[in-house]
C-alpha cells in the first residue's frame, strides 16, 4: 500500500513540465548537465577504486529512482554485470522508459522502494540519485534510508548524490546536508564530496569554462555525492 508520501511524489512529479525538464537535463542539448554528468562518472570510480574494487563486474548493483535508466546504462558503460544490475523506479511510465534503453539482462522493478521485494544483505552498491531530496516527509526519509541500509551487504554501501542546498525556485525539493546524513546512516563510514557547479551558473557559462569555474569556486557547489559505507 503507497504511503501518503508517495502520493505526495507522484503528485510533485505530476506537476512538473516534462519538456522543459527534458531540455534542461539533456546531455546532448545542455552542457552543463553533460559537465555534471562527467564529473560525476569521475567521482564515482574514484570512490570505488580508493573502496578496492579494481572492476564493477560481477557486482551486484541496484538503483533507487532510477527514472528513465541514463545511470544504469552509465553503469553498464563503467563495466557492471547486466544480470547483476538493477533499478527501482516509481513512475510507470519512466520504469517502461529504462526497460525500453536497457540490456534485457537488467532487471527494473516499480513501485514504492520500500515495499519493493529486494533481499537483505543481496547489494553491494545501492544508488539514490537526487531521491532524498524529493521526499520532503522526514519520517518516510528514515524510513528509505533504513531500507536502502538492509539491502546492502557489509563491505558495501550506499551511494548518495543530492542536493546540499535548497532549491528556492522548486519548493518540491529539500536539501540533505551532511550531518542528515549521518543522522540516516550512523552505522555507515562516510566518503564525501562537493560536486556539480549551481546549475543556474553553469548553463550560463560557455563550455569550456563549466570545469574551472566549478574547481575555483568549490561554495558554488550545490550536490553531494557520498559512499556511505557497511562494516563487515
Known sequence: MSTPEIHAVQARYARRDNGADAQRYSLYANAAALQAQQERLHAMARLWRAHGWASLA?????????????NLLDL???GATPRLLGGIELLPERATAA??????GVTVLEGDACV?????????AVLAFTVFSS????????????????WVAPGGGVLVYDLVVNN???????????DELRELFPRARLHSRRLTLAPPIARRLPAGLITPASLLLPPLRTHRLTWAVKPL
Open 58 to 70: 560481477d557486482r551486484t548493483l541496484l538503483e533507487v529512482g532510477c527514472g528513465s535508466g541514463g
Open 99 to 104: 526497460r525500453a534503453l536497457l540490456p534485457d
Open 135 to 150: 521526499l520532503l516527509d522526514p519520517g518516510y526519509r528514515q524510513q528509505f534510508a533504513r531500507t536502502l541500509w538492509r
Open 168 to 178: 528556492p525556485h522548486n519548493p518540491d525539493v529539500r536539501k540533505l546536508p551532511l
Open 116 to 124: 519493493v521485494p529486494v533481499a537483505d544483505a543481496s547489494q553491494q
Open 76 to 78: 553498464l558503460r563503467l
